[in-house]
């Protein structure tokens, strides 16, 4: 046994289960490495005597949050409390008890407030209000059980993204909790629980799909389009009367913003939100401050540059502006879904034009790696879902490499063309020496 310091602390690697190294010097305080490597101090205070005796945990804080000293000086005074006669333990159980989910949630969105990106956050907020809090909110976040989790999970098997999205942040949720001592080390309530299994949508618009979606566009900013006969008709079952409606020219840069989506492979928010200052016109690219894998250098092809060329300068920083200089476009959801509606594409999504743009990549014999630059990847690994699209260009390979061997297996002349097609020449039966 050693006295706790820092160097110590930061040596403590993770094992498969949480364990606990004891101070040398201050019996009852502690440090617990949970599986994941999270390091946590706690102080262990004992009440009564031989033949009652009760040992009780209290969480003080993370370390990297509290320091080793900060830590030793809090377990001194829950000890010295306990010591004179104070129920520490009684006072934290009741802090403890006291505290809901609700509660819970309120406080972990406080503080992940600056610490993550707005969109996380929004969806945060959107999965606490929608799925967690209407089930648990109520109930005392200490006393949540696993199994109360696990039959919400199972009874949104309608939705099994959302319920895995949900889960996830219970989870996250909780571990926040018990690092900062808002609820006692083990009151994980997610531990066991499986997800859903999911599958990645993949839709690529085919050549005539593009053809039709370019004609749609035209029209949308020309003449202008119905909208979507699906929306308006819930649209007018929400007003309780019939819509009347116009056809109006779209707004420009709403119809912009979709055609360069398709050109670039870029994600919708980085769309919207572009500035003009982040676009260099010489080296044909983009600089992207604040995307979903953090800073991010973009080259940009000719027609995508074309597209923001065509594009009015109002005096506003956004490449994409909305109804005020100040502000960017919010969202294009409803011009999109009179767009698709128009051209026949009603099961395609907004995000499908990324994945169209980079099977295009791939197919035509871009390699994964200069993909995942073009689509703002941190790393490959997460291109990888569009490998299998590389077939034509490994189908000819493989025309190429079984060619050759089909002049030994068969015996006759093989003409091998530069496409790796192989094609028989009539020659003799015997075997020949590949040439």
């Not at 046994?1 to 101070?23: A, I």
């Not at 999205?165 to 900062?180: G, H, N, P, S, Y």
């Not at 980085?270 to 260099?280: A, G, K, P, S």
């Not at 000819?396 to 093989?414: C, F, P």
Request: charged residues 30%.
């Amino acid at each position: 046994m050693q006295r706790l310091t820092k160097r110590l602390v930061e040596s403590l690697e993770k094992k498969g289960k949480l364990y606990w190294v004891d101070d040398a010097d201050l019996t009852g305080f502690r440090v617990g490495v949970t599986p994941a490597g999270t390091k946590v101090f706690a102080v262990r205070v004992r009440r009564g005597g031989r033949s009652n005796r009760q040992d009780t945990s209290i969480t003080i804080g993370q370390f990297g949050v509290v320091t080793v000293e900060e830590a030793r000086a809090q377990a001194r005074t829950h000890l010295s409390r306990a010591q004179l006669g104070a129920d520490v333990a009684g006072e934290r159980r009741e802090v403890h008890s006291a505290l809901t989910v609700k509660d819970l949630s309120e406080r972990f969105l406080a503080d992940r407030e600056g610490r993550i990106k707005h969109a996380t956050l929004k969806e945060y907020r959107r999965l606490m209000k929608v799925e967690i809090v209407p089930r648990f909110g109520s109930k005392v976040a200490r006393d949540l059980q696993t199994r109360d989790v696990a039959r919400w999970h199972s009874s949104r098997s309608d939705a099994p993204i959302v319920a895995n999205r949900a889960l996830r942040l219970v989870r996250t949720m909780f571990r926040w909790a018990e690092d900062r001592g808002e609820v006692p080390l083990g009151s994980m309530p997610t531990r066991g629980i499986g997800m859903y299994p999911e599958r990645a949508k993949e839709r690529y618009l085919s050549p005539d799909e593009v053809e039709r979606l370019g004609k749609a566009l035209r029209t949308a900013e020309t003449v202008g389009l119905p909208p979507d006969p699906k929306r308006a008709e819930y649209a007018e079952k929400r007003a309780k009367k019939k819509q009347p409606f116009k056809v109006n020219p779209f707004n420009p840069h709403a119809v912009a913003a979709i055609r360069f989506l398709l050109l670039s492979g870029w994600r919708e928010q980085e769309v919207l939100t572009l500035r003009w200052e982040c676009i260099d016109e010489e080296r044909g690219a983009a600089m992207l401050e604040n995307t979903k894998t953090g800073r991010s250098w973009r080259p940009l092809g000719k027609h995508a540059l074309e597209v923001l060329d065509d594009l009015p300068r109002t005096g506003t920083p956004w490449v994409f502006p909305g109804q005020s200089a100040k502000s960017p476009l919010i969202e294009i959801k409803h011009v999109w879904h009179a767009v698709r509606s128009a051209a026949k594409l009603d099961d395609v999504r907004l995000h499908d034009l990324r994945h169209t743009f980079a099977s295009n990549a791939v197919s035509g014999g871009l390699s994964l790696p200069m993909t995942s630059a073009l689509l703002g990847h941190r790393d490959s690994k997460s291109t990888t879902r569009y490998a299998h699209l590389a077939d034509d260009p490994m189908k000819r390979a493989a025309d190429d490499v079984s060619a050759g061997l089909a002049v030994h297996l068969n015996g006759k002349k093989v003409k091998v063309t530069k496409m790796g097609k192989a094609k028989k020449s009539g020659g003799s039966q015997g075997s020949r020496k590949a040439g």
